[in-house]
């Protein structure tokens, strides 16, 4: 098959493209590589991903109308979109709210615009995220749980997607699947994200910040579970009236932070420094997937806990960046 991959120079975008690539499928790839984080990382694996047979690059921004429709008459043959690409972050969405409407809500009534124009196209997944649960104090997350309170306008526009792609799926009858992610790390992961930034802080013998004061629990998601779950989807087209479904995609356990850091200071081999901060606006105190529908429908099984996704993450990061603490 043909698959467009937004986002492809992204965390997961990556991660999806390989993974597709790797079973022989053709990859058209958009991206921006935008500066919100290192753009050298991005390169580093639009790199590797030019270097295989069968992947186009476009360099696109998905909220640019005229450029991203004419890919209906440039890739004609795609029939399936996987879009990632998404302006991230929870906290940084208090300080920039433009971009984060014009990228992740515009971006996606463009992508289904685009979908409407691909002849060949046959399922429509996208990123959600778990963030559209907001404050929600029922544990673990359903998708049949009420989302009408986000914490964050991150959390706001991704639940906007997931209206929007209902609506598409209604009126033009595009099959579409949302997938809530939960907490992904993993190689080549985020600089924003904790694994990194706990990374980078112990190595450089500096404070981490902890948010509500240590009282934190977090769904952590290997990348490689979660790229699975997104090939499952991707090969089960949503079905129904409208053909429009969401899943959660997390490891069905949630993890004290702290818990997480000392998995950190134990590949290093070095310990950390802590600053207990209070809960920062816009964040939630407990992630917890509730995964049942996932593995109905989607044969959905994460099966890396974070006693081995961390070292794989550390053996990644300091090979990388050639780096390792100093005695």
Request: proline share 5%; charged share 20%.
């Amino acid at each position: 098959m043909k698959v467009l991959v937004t986002g492809a120079a992204g965390f997961i975008g990556y991660h999806v493209s390989q993974a597709l690539l790797a079973r022989g499928d053709e990859v058209v790839g958009v991206d921006n590589l935008n500066s919100y984080y290192e753009v050298s990382l991005k390169e580093a694996r639009l790199a590797q991903l030019q270097a295989q047979k069968g992947f186009v690059f476009e360099r696109l921004d998905i909220a640019d109308r005229e450029a991203m429709l004419a890919l209906s008459t440039k890739h004609p043959g795609v029939s399936h979109i996987v879009h990632l690409a998404a302006q991230a972050g929870v906290r940084h969405s208090l300080t920039d709210p433009y971009t984060y409407i014009t990228s992740n809500v515009m971006g996606q009534v463009i992508m289904l615009e685009l979908a409407r124009k691909l002849a060949k196209l046959e399922h429509f997944v996208y990123a959600s995220s778990s963030s559209v649960y907001g404050g929600n104090t029922k544990l673990p997350f359903s998708i049949e749980d009420e989302t009408e309170q986000p914490n964050s306008l991150y959390a706001a526009t991704k639940k906007a997607d997931e209206l929007i792609g209902h609506t598409y799926a209604h009126l033009y009858g595009i099959p579409s699947t949302g997938l809530r992610f939960f907490t992904v790390y993993g190689p080549w992961g985020r600089p924003d994200m904790a694994a990194f930034l706990f990374t980078r802080a112990i190595l450089a013998g500096e404070p981490i910040s902890v948010f509500n004061h240590g009282e934190m629990w977090r769904d952590f998601t290997y990348v490689e579970d979660i790229v699975a779950g997104i090939l499952a989807a991707v090969a089960r087209r949503a079905a129904g009236k409208p053909p429009h479904a969401v899943y959660n995609l997390g490891n069905h356990k949630s993890e004290k932070l702290t818990d997480f850091i000392g998995l950190i200071e134990k590949s290093l081999g070095r310990k950390a420094t802590y600053k207990f901060e209070p809960m920062q606006p816009g964040d939630v105190a407990r992630t917890y997937a509730d995964i049942e529908a996932s593995r109905r429908d989607l044969g959905f099984e994460p099966k890396t806990p974070i006693a081995e996704g961390i070292p794989r993450f550390i053996k990644w990061y300091t090979d990388y960046y050639r780096v390792w603490p100093k005695n």
